[in-house]
Structures are given as C-alpha cells and as structure tokens.
C-alpha cells in the first residue's frame, strides 16, 4: 500500500525516528570524526568524519537532528550555519584529494535563519557547496533520510546518486511554510504535502532521486537495525559501481542529472 | 435659469468641499509621486525618473523592469536575446499556474522572470541577463533556470563574459522540487564557465534573496551591488519571527553585505556601465568597436 505525503509526514516526525546518530555506528566502521571549517568555528548542526564501508575508506557528511530536546539544542535541530556547510566543503576537498568517496546523510528542515547566519554568509556557503560538488573529482552519494528540506538539503545534495529513505520527504519549502506563503493559511498545511509532489515516489519521477530505500512496515522506527542494513547495502552497492566509472564520464553524468531537470516547451 | 446658477454654486461648492477633504486624508496617485521604501520620502515620479529612480533622499536605487534596465546599460540597438519563445509548464499541476503565466507575460512582454542575450557595454561585448521582479517576484522556475544555463554555456562555448543582474524572491515554490534543482543546474553552468576561464560578474539588485542567492547569485567573480538594496537568504519576517527582536534597517542591505564581506562594491546606477566595462577592460577583453552610442 502506498501512503500519503501527510502520513509519511506523520512517520518522519515520529519521536523514535533514527538518526545519524544511530545509523552511523550501525552502518560504518572506524567513524573518526573531524571539527572545523577552518574558517570561522565548528557547527554541530553537521557532522563529519572519515570512516570505512566494507573496508573502504569514505568521507561521511551528515546532519544531525537530534533524539531529544538536549541532543537538539546542541546541534540547532539540525539547522546548520554556513560554517557547517564550509565543514562539509573543507571535508569533501580532502576527500577529493584522497580520493575517497563522499557520502551525505540529509536530514534537516532547512538551513539556519538567522542573524549570525546572514552575517556569516548563509546564501554563500550553499551556492559553494552546490557549485563545488558539481565538479568534486570523486564519487558523491546523497541519502535522504527524513526531512530534505530546501537549499539547507540541496547543499549536501549535489550527487551522482540520491537515493531516499522510503518515507523521506525532500521539497522546496516545508509544506507549512508553502502553505503559509501562497495561501497565507499554514493550517492548510496537508494539503500542501500532497499538492507539492515531495515523496520519494515522486521524485523518481522527477528524475531527482535514483534509488528508493524500503524501510520497515510502518517506518524505521520499527526497526532501526534493519533500515541501517538497507542503507548499508545500497552504500556498497553504489560505491562499487560509482568508483569504477572513469571520472570525466562521472562529472559528465553528474552534470547531466541536474541539467535536464526542467519542465517546458519551445516552439 | 437661477436655479441652474445656485446649482452651479452648489457643485462649486461640493467639489471645493472634497478638495478640502482629499487633503485631510492625503491619497498619493501613484502615478504622480514616488514614495520610497526605505527612508519613506515622497518625490514628484518625474524627478524621479529623471533620477533613474534612485531616491534623492537615501539614495535608495528601486527596482526596475528588464527594458528599463536594459536600456540604461546595453549599447543602443546591440541586445540580441536567447530563448524568447521558452514556455513553463506546471510540474506539480498548481492551480491556476499557466494562466497567472500567461497573464504576465502579456503584462511584461516577456516569456518568463529573465531576459537573456548577448549586448555591448561601451563597446564589449557580453553575454547578458536582467532579472524583473515584475515577473512573479522574478522567482526561479524552470524557464529562469534554463535560460540562465543556456546564457553560460553559450558564453562557455563562445568565450564570453557574462554579467546577471539579480533580482528574485527565491524558488519558484509553484513548480515544486523542479524549482529546486534550478539551483544546481544554474551553479552547475556557473562552475563550467569559470573553470574554462570564463568571467562572471553579478550585479544584485532589489531585491536578491532565498534560492538565487543561494546559488548562482553569489558565485560571481566580482559581486556588485546597487545602493540600499535588499540582499540575503532568509527572509527579513522569519528571521524577527525566531529571534523575537526588531532588526536594524541596515540588516540584509548592500551596505550590510559589503561590511560583511560578500560584496565586492556598490556601484551607483548612473555609474554602472562605467564601472562594467571596466572591468571587462582589465579582464583583457577587446573592445568590438569605438562607435557605441549609450543605448
């Protein structure tokens, strides 16, 4: 049975929901965690390290939304700054350089909004991140674990592959907020969910996500174990497949996933 | 016949009574005055106009459509524009979206947000873009998206410099996830253009927010921007909505950015073509001919 938007919604909202937390001692080995962006300070909205799949070494980027209020605090309810998005870029750079490929976990309602983000260059860091995952000369996987919310998503986003957990959502604006834009009303909130075509299934359609992760019945909550052995599996896979792609033919395709999104007609 | 005399007098007397009125409760005729948004002084609009709608007060430079800006910085008669017949569709099936499209493009002369093309600027020559925020508050959807790639892979292919003047609310939330992945089909054209030598420079306009700026916006070369106007990422409401406080009017300014660090310059509008096409000079481009004319 396929669910709605609003229930899956509903699923990734659910308190016990997994984390990166969770995920990462699940699905990884000899995670070494790295601090920094060099720049400015350290943002635990993100959080990054080096670690091995299967006995490869691979760059890991993810955000954090934490299990409790205390774990949210810290990491700003897996909002970032722009000093996290230049973390993650200072990071997939070492990767590049290693040549190590580079897996994002995407989980977050958006970027920071706020002051100290203007300040800091909020718009900046994502455009860099965009433009400079675009031609990252070694192989990038995006996962969608929960929430992708907007260019706050999209800045850890720029892939060869994206896949998505099963109930994850990823759309342009939360739809409360879409909601609350366009027809001032964010209590119509539900009916935005459906209207904005954000679950996975249709975002294979839309050509922006290549691979649908199964989670447990009724989400993976239910079973955090076995969601990890579903990531862990499709990691593997893709990275066998990714590494042994020639890297201009991989930008080539990177580039042309993202350029041929686009509905419209010429005459 | 007196009768029509007191009546005369009385429809006299009406019409200097409502005048007396109309300037109890002032109604400014939009037509006539400009009233500015930032220091809030009100102007004649044709000093304004002849001001290229800059506020004499604060020096406020307001928004203008693609022609007006077109015009004030090309070369006279060197635009040649891309992509004029390039029609969005309406990929989540939001109601009503082909016919407001529709509705503007008659309105604005124009098939979407942007205008691009290839002009000269006192003679070099460049690719061009002018966002008009009269387009559905110049968002980014598909049609702006492609546009702005084809602009830079034509410029790519044909060693050009290319000059955005940015205007937008953001993504196009009306097109859903597609709006979206403008971003990183944009910066992705960006990218290939810069890393073949290409240079790029933006000029932010009023106002330059959200997702353009989170992308192509802020990857220029040289980053310059009009005075007083409105830069940033999030929103100025939901920014107060978190923190509860009133922000300073300067907060998400051209003034606030170039303290910052994101701005290379605020370059005021009559000096515009000036300060482009020297920089186009001191980027060794050539010049096409001596024979421009200010357009």
Same mark, same amino acid.
């Given at each position: 049975?396929?669910?709605?938007?609003?229930?899956?919604?509903?699923?990734?909202?659910?308190?016990?929901?997994?984390?990166?937390?969770?995920?990462?001692?699940?699905?990884?080995?000899?995670?070494?965690?790295?601090?920094?962006?060099?720049?400015?300070?350290?943002?635990?909205?993100?959080?990054?390290?080096?670690?091995?799949?299967?006995?490869?070494?691979?760059?890991?980027?993810?955000?954090?939304?934490?299990?409790?209020?205390?774990?949210?605090?810290?990491?700003?309810?897996?909002?970032?700054?722009?000093?996290?998005?230049?973390?993650?870029?200072?990071?997939?750079?070492?990767?590049?350089?290693?040549?190590?490929?580079?897996?994002?976990?995407?989980?977050?309602?958006?970027?920071?909004?706020?002051?100290?983000?203007?300040?800091?260059?909020?718009?900046?860091?994502?455009?860099?991140?965009?433009?400079?995952?675009?031609?990252?000369?070694?192989?990038?996987?995006?996962?969608?674990?929960?929430?992708?919310?907007?260019?706050?998503?999209?800045?850890?986003?720029?892939?060869?592959?994206?896949?998505?957990?099963?109930?994850?959502?990823?759309?342009?604006?939360?739809?409360?907020?879409?909601?609350?834009?366009?027809?001032?009303?964010?209590?119509?909130?539900?009916?935005?969910?459906?209207?904005?075509?954000?679950?996975?299934?249709?975002?294979?359609?839309?050509?922006?996500?290549?691979?649908?992760?199964?989670?447990?019945?009724?989400?993976?909550?239910?079973?955090?174990?076995?969601?990890?052995?579903?990531?862990?599996?499709?990691?593997?896979?893709?990275?066998?497949?990714?590494?042994?792609?020639?890297?201009?033919?991989?930008?080539?395709?990177?580039?042309?996933?993202?350029?041929?999104?686009?509905?419209?007609?010429?005459? | 016949?007196?009768?029509?005399?007191?009546?005369?007098?009385?429809?006299?007397?009406?019409?200097?009574?409502?005048?007396?009125?109309?300037?109890?409760?002032?109604?400014?005729?939009?037509?006539?005055?400009?009233?500015?948004?930032?220091?809030?002084?009100?102007?004649?609009?044709?000093?304004?106009?002849?001001?290229?709608?800059?506020?004499?007060?604060?020096?406020?430079?307001?928004?203008?459509?693609?022609?007006?800006?077109?015009?004030?910085?090309?070369?006279?008669?060197?635009?040649?524009?891309?992509?004029?017949?390039?029609?969005?569709?309406?990929?989540?099936?939001?109601?009503?979206?082909?016919?407001?499209?529709?509705?503007?493009?008659?309105?604005?002369?124009?098939?979407?947000?942007?205008?691009?093309?290839?002009?000269?600027?006192? @003679?070099?020559?460049?690719?061009? $873009? *002018?966002?008009?925020?009269?387009? %559905?508050?110049?968002?980014? !959807?598909? +049609?702006?998206?492609?546009?702005?790639?084809?602009?830079?892979?034509?410029?790519?292919?044909?060693?050009?410099?290319?000059?955005?003047?940015?205007?937008?609310? @953001?993504?196009?939330?009306?097109? $859903? *996830?597609?709006?979206?992945?403008? %971003?990183?089909?944009?910066? !992705?054209? +960006?990218?290939?253009?810069?890393?073949?030598?290409?240079?790029?420079?933006?000029?932010?306009?009023?106002?330059?927010?959200?997702?353009?700026?989170?992308?192509?916006?802020?990857?220029?070369?040289?980053?310059?921007?009009?005075?007083?106007?409105?830069?940033?990422?999030? !929103?100025?409401?939901?920014?107060?909505?978190?923190?509860?406080?009133?922000?300073?009017?300067?907060?998400?300014?051209?003034?606030?950015?170039?303290?910052?660090?994101?701005?290379?310059?605020?370059?005021?509008?009559?000096?515009?073509?000036?300060?482009?096409?020297?920089?186009?000079?001191?980027?060794?481009?050539?010049?096409?001919?001596?024979?421009?004319?200010?357009?």
């Amino acid at each position: 049975m396929t669910l709605s938007a609003t229930q899956r919604l509903e699923i990734i909202r659910e308190k016990t929901r997994p984390t990166v937390n969770d995920y990462i001692p699940a699905i990884f080995n000899h995670f070494t965690e790295l601090h920094g962006d060099r720049l400015y300070g350290d943002d635990a909205a993100i959080l990054s390290g080096i670690a091995t799949i299967d006995g490869t070494p691979v760059t890991v980027i993810a955000q954090v939304k934490g299990r409790n209020l205390e774990e949210n605090k810290k990491s700003n309810f897996s909002m970032p700054h722009p000093e996290g998005y230049r973390k993650a870029l200072r990071l997939a750079k070492q990767a590049e350089k290693f040549h190590r490929p580079v897996i994002c976990l995407v989980d977050t309602p958006g970027a920071f909004c706020g002051v100290e983000a203007e300040k800091r260059g909020q718009g900046e860091a994502i455009a860099k991140n965009i433009a400079e995952f675009m031609t990252l000369k070694t192989p990038v996987i995006s996962v969608v674990l929960g929430e992708g919310g907007s260019g706050g998503a999209l800045a850890l986003a720029v892939c060869d592959e994206l896949a998505m957990l099963e109930n994850a959502l990823y759309s342009v604006i939360s739809p409360r907020g879409f909601a609350s834009i366009l027809w001032k009303d964010p209590a119509r909130e539900k009916e935005a969910a459906e209207l904005m075509k954000i679950t996975a299934e249709n975002l294979v359609e839309f050509g922006v996500c290549d691979k649908i992760i199964a989670e447990p019945v009724g989400g993976a909550h239910n079973d955090p174990s076995a969601t990890a052995e579903n990531i862990s599996d499709y990691l593997i896979e893709a990275i066998g497949r990714l590494t042994k792609i020639d890297i201009d033919t991989l930008l080539e395709n990177r580039y042309q996933k993202f350029r041929k999104i686009g509905m419209f007609t010429e005459e | 016949m007196l009768e029509d005399l007191f009546k005369t007098v009385k429809d006299r007397f009406n019409a200097e009574k409502s005048e007396t009125e109309k300037v109890k409760a002032p109604e400014i005729p939009k037509d006539l005055l400009f009233k500015c948004p930032r220091c809030q002084s009100v102007i004649f609009m044709d000093e304004f106009e002849k001001r290229r709608k800059t506020c004499p007060s604060c020096n406020y430079h307001a928004r203008l459509s693609w022609k007006e800006r077109l015009e004030i910085t090309a070369d006279k008669d060197s635009f040649e524009p891309f992509d004029e017949k390039m029609n969005s569709l309406n990929p989540i099936g939001f109601p009503e979206y082909e016919k407001k499209i529709k509705s503007l493009q008659e309105a604005n002369d124009i098939n979407d947000a942007i205008a691009t093309g290839v002009c000269t600027i006192r @003679g070099y020559k460049t690719v061009i $873009g *002018i966002m008009d925020s009269n387009f %559905m508050m110049a968002s980014m !959807g598909s +049609v702006v998206g492609e546009k702005i790639t084809r602009a830079f892979e034509y410029a790519t292919e044909n060693k050009l410099p290319v000059i955005l003047f940015t205007a937008s609310g @953001g993504a196009r939330m009306q097109e $859903g *996830i597609v709006s979206l992945m403008q %971003m990183a089909k944009t910066s !992705g054209a +960006v990218k290939r253009h810069s890393d073949a030598g290409g240079l790029y420079i933006t000029v932010m306009t009023d106002p330059t927010t959200g997702g353009v700026t989170a992308s192509f916006a802020s990857l220029g070369d040289i980053i310059l921007a009009e005075p007083k106007v409105l830069i940033g990422f999030a !929103g100025r409401r939901v920014i107060q909505d978190t923190i509860k406080q009133k922000l300073p009017d300067d907060f998400q300014s051209a003034e606030f950015l170039l303290q910052s660090g994101f701005v290379d310059a605020i370059v005021e509008r009559k000096g515009m073509r000036k300060a482009l096409s020297n920089i186009l000079r001191l980027h060794n481009y050539k010049k096409q001919s001596d024979s421009w004319q200010h357009g």
